[in-house]
């Protein structure tokens, strides 16, 4: 019996997704480059080995799927992935579909996919969130390609995918890099979330003083409000969770030093070079980039020795019951600006992406999984939108949480207790929401020490200045 699908690379999430899609009832065909895992895995796979056909070679797992033959890629992103593809290509024929499942950068994605041009074979860029629990029971699927290809894996991919209610998270979103372009920006939301419920935690640590049991608590208390999430759900375990070695919360034993594997600085890069202001998450990139400097930070604390200010008992009360709204408005913002990214790079690429779809498959499966997201999802379902602060359905919840937000980041600005993101969002909003900025100014100078000309409020065309001199 031929296997439906097959696999490279039985890593963490390559394990798990085999078994997700073998425990769906597909026959799945698996090759890892050191062959002893191989065997390894199937030997572990208990009742579902038997749809698990271990190969000893690319070759054999080439011969063992039906066609055209879909192969999932779960290797390391970057070389490895340029590795496999050479190594499948002479294997294959024509329709054959290699489907890279890493954090793959799209620019390598769509490189990847002009590079098969023209050859037969095809090529799926697929973004794919949630984690080693989320590939073993349901992770949400960003998909970028050929439709045919689609076609080819939908089922499966359905199959094996998290449900929202009944919605299945997966869904095509446009050719080639829009899958794993999606997929960053993801990552990139997923940063500036994980940052804001972090400096919340450094508010309650640091101004507040309070113990890791009641923040756990607290935590708790939110996820069943509006705040109401994954990622404020683990962190309320992570709060309450005891270090066996010291008998301390876990979290006062973990170096404050963050790390990164890139998905986040390239949603900022991409940001960026497409000119769209993502504020929030180039401050939780950029704060994990602090976090990496600790020797300097430990050198500048001793310097600058006024710590953090605690907040008074009274004050502390109100500081705390701001919290859960302040999230809530940095978070509208952030997720604002990571939708905007991906606007404009719909238009540049022409990708076409389906942002309300983008927002349902969001909503399980995924680590920034929230009932946040379905609100998303139904504002773009209202008609279109500029941004997600002007969306109808988000404004009278950004008038509501605003006011916490602002008294948050100014008790954070007064009390020396670092915001970024917080701070960020805040900045953007009121930024966004200002019909007369400061640009003028800006202007007036460029055009000072460089002619660049500006444009004026009462008379068409370009305009200079009376600045005098030569
Ligand atoms: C997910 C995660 C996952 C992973 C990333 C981010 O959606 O399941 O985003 O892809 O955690 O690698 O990792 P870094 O924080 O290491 O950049």
Not at 305 to 325: I, S, Y
Not at 449 to 460: K, P, V
């Amino acid at each position: 019996q031929e296997a439906e699908i097959g696999l490279i690379g039985l890593g963490v999430m390559g394990s798990n997704l085999a078994l997700n899609i073998a425990e769906n009832g597909y026959r799945i065909a698996v090759w890892n480059r050191t062959g002893s895992k191989t065997q390894e895995f199937a030997a572990g796979a208990g009742e579902l080995a038997d749809r698990i056909v271990p190969c000893d070679t690319l070759e054999e797992l080439v011969a063992s799927i039906r066609r055209p033959r879909p192969i999932i890629i779960m290797v390391q992103a970057g070389a490895p992935v340029d590795e496999q593809i050479a190594a499948l290509r002479p294997l294959l024929s024509a329709a054959d579909i290699m489907i890279d499942a890493g954090n793959a950068n799209f620019r390598d994605t769509m490189r990847r996919f002009r590079e098969l041009d023209g050859s037969g074979l095809t090529f799926i860029g697929m973004g794919v969130s949630g984690g080693e629990e989320g590939a073993r029971h349901g992770p949400s699927i960003m998909v970028g390609g050929a439709q045919s290809s689609w076609l080819r894996v939908r089922d499966v991919l359905t199959a094996i995918s998290a449900k929202y209610k009944d919605d299945p998270c997966v869904a095509w979103l446009g050719p080639d890099g829009a899958g794993h372009f999606v997929k960053t920006i993801h990552n990139g939301i997923e940063y500036a979330d994980m940052q804001m419920i972090a400096e919340i935690y450094g508010i309650l640590r640091d101004g507040v003083g309070l113990g890791t049991t009641e923040m756990a608590r607290l935590f708790e208390t939110w996820n069943e409000g509006k705040l109401d999430s994954y990622l404020i759900e683990i962190t309320a375990k992570v709060l309450a969770a005891t270090d066996p070695a010291t008998g301390k919360p876990v979290v006062d034993v973990i170096l404050d030093r963050a790390g990164q594997k890139g998905t986040g600085r390239w949603s900022v890069i991409e940001a960026q070079m497409m000119g769209v202001p993502a504020t929030a998450i180039e401050a939780a990139v950029a704060a994990r980039s602090l976090s990496a400097l600790k020797t300097e930070r430990e050198a500048a604390e001793a310097i600058y020795e006024d710590r953090p200010v605690r907040f008074g008992k009274d004050r502390a009360r109100d500081v705390v019951d701001d919290l859960e709204a302040a999230l809530f408005a940095g978070k509208i913002a952030a997720y604002a600006q990571g939708f905007a990214v991906m606007e404009a790079a719909s238009r540049e690429f022409a990708w076409g992406l389906p942002m309300a779809t983008i927002a349902r498959i969001w909503r399980a499966g995924c680590i920034i999984r929230s009932q946040f997201l379905d609100t998303i999802a139904e504002a773009f379902e209202d008609g279109p939108v500029t941004n997600l602060l002007t969306a109808p359905r988000f404004v009278d919840l950004m008038k509501e949480a605003v006011p916490a937000l602002r008294r948050t980041v100014a008790r954070c600005a007064e009390a020396g207790i670092p915001a970024p993101a917080l701070s960020s969002a805040l900045a953007y909003f009121d930024t966004y929401r200002q019909a007369r900025g400061t640009a003028n100014l800006v202007q007036a100078q460029r055009d000072f020490f460089g002619a660049h000309g500006f444009e004026r409020i009462d008379a068409e065309g370009h305009h200079h200045g009376p600045w005098g001199g030569d």
